[in-house]
């Protein structure tokens, strides 16, 4: 791998490098141990809209399984109360 000054932390901040191996050209030309580097404020970043996506979606589907309870124990209250209401009902 070439050494350039070019490509340090004190020039670019804080970066983590990759492996890519080699990389082939379309021009059919072949980059021998290619490395990419991503800086890790912007991989930070990333990875905090990942979670904070993820967080949301729990949150609506929690949102809606709640819900779902309310309707089906608002269901059950109602048919309760219609079955304690009518004649021959149990407990009556």
């Given at each position: 791998m070439?050494?350039?000054?070019?490509?340090?932390?004190?020039?670019?901040?804080?970066f983590?490098?990759?492996?890519?191996?080699?990389?082939?050209?379309?021009?059919?030309?072949?980059?021998?141990?290619?490395?990419?580097?991503?800086?890790?404020?912007?991989?930070?970043?990333?990875?905090?809209?990942?979670?904070?996506?993820?967080?949301?979606?729990?949150?609506?589907?929690?949102?809606?399984?709640?819900?779902?309870?309310?309707?089906?124990?608002?269901?059950?209250?109602?048919?309760?109360?219609?079955?304690?209401?009518?004649?021959?009902?149990?407990?009556?």
């Amino acid at each position: 791998m070439l050494e350039n000054a070019y490509y340090t932390h004190e020039i670019h901040g804080d970066f983590d490098l990759y492996d890519v191996g080699d990389l082939v050209l379309e021009e059919g030309m072949t980059l021998r141990d290619t490395q990419l580097a991503r800086d890790i404020e912007l991989r930070r970043r990333s990875d905090l809209e990942a979670f904070n996506s993820s967080l949301d979606r729990v949150t609506n589907q929690t949102g809606q399984a709640l819900r779902q309870n309310e309707q089906t124990i608002q269901s059950l209250r109602e048919g309760i109360a219609k079955m304690v209401g009518q004649p021959g009902a149990p407990g009556r």
